[in-house]
T-cell receptor, first 115, second 114 residues
């Protein structure tokens, strides 16, 4: 079946602009995660959704970052007033229900470049 | 805060040799330990995982061992092949707790020389 998909694959923006990154999880997966990966580093947790609600947003770096999942499926990560330090690959992952040890499946990521 | 340390950062082996990557975690509540393989420009893909109630798990050429007392787990790849070349990440999570977030190590670049 279809895996996790993310759009756009690449996004180039100017400092101070607003961007939205989209994640389509695997159908039927109730748990959805956003991570950020800088060059040469491991993915860093941003936010975790169980259904429509954010169960853990402790990884969001500041209030410029916000994410929604209004219908419990697609999620959008929103970044306001982008800064050059926001440049990274933003990864989305989903898992069946976030219980037990079910696997987190990753999408291909969106490479964000802030000029 | 939670932390996962991973060593070595780079590892070069000859084809057919074994490779071992080691990780240490700080949160004693961690109970789930996956390993991901990431090829250049690609998404991380799970290769093996282990729960805290198991000491060792094996899948063909890949095995993972866990020492809960020492808060240490390792990935073992035997009979390495050139296609094993990639960056490998360990991670730890407290599944069933307040959050299921994965805390990742910094990665190991494995190069298998033909």
């Amino acid at each position: 079946g279809a895996g996790v998909s993310q759009t756009p694959s690449n996004k180039v923006t100017e400092k101070g602009k607003y961007v939205e990154l989209r994640c389509d999880p695997i159908s039927g997966h109730t748990a959805l995660y956003w991570y950020r990966q800088s060059l040469g580093q491991g993915p860093e947790f941003l936010i975790y959704f169980q259904g429509t609600g954010a169960a853990d947003d402790s990884g969001l770096p500041n209030d410029r970052f916000f994410a929604v999942r209004p219908e419990g499926s697609v999620s959008t990560l929103k970044i306001q007033r982008t800064e050059r330090g926001d440049s990274a690959v933003y990864l989305c992952a989903s898992s069946l229900d976030g219980q037990g040890s079910d696997t987190q499946y990753f999408g291909p990521g969106t490479r964000l470049t802030v000029l | 805060g939670e932390n996962v340390e991973q060593h070595p950062s780079t590892l070069s082996v000859q084809e057919g040799d074994s490779a071992v990557i080691k990780c240490t975690y700080s949160d004693s509540a961690s109970n789930y330990f996956p390993w991901y393989k990431q090829e250049l420009g690609k998404r991380p893909q799970l290769i093996i995982d282990i729960r805290s109630n198991v000491g060792e798990k094996k899948d063909q050429r890949i095995a993972v061992t866990l020492n809960k007392t020492a808060k240490h787990f390792s990935l073992h790849i035997t009979e390495t092949q050139p296609e094993d070349s990639a960056v490998y990440f360990c991670a730890a999570a407290n599944y069933g707790g307040a959050t299921n977030k994965l805390i990742f190590g910094t990665g190991t670049l494995l190069a298998v020389q033909p």
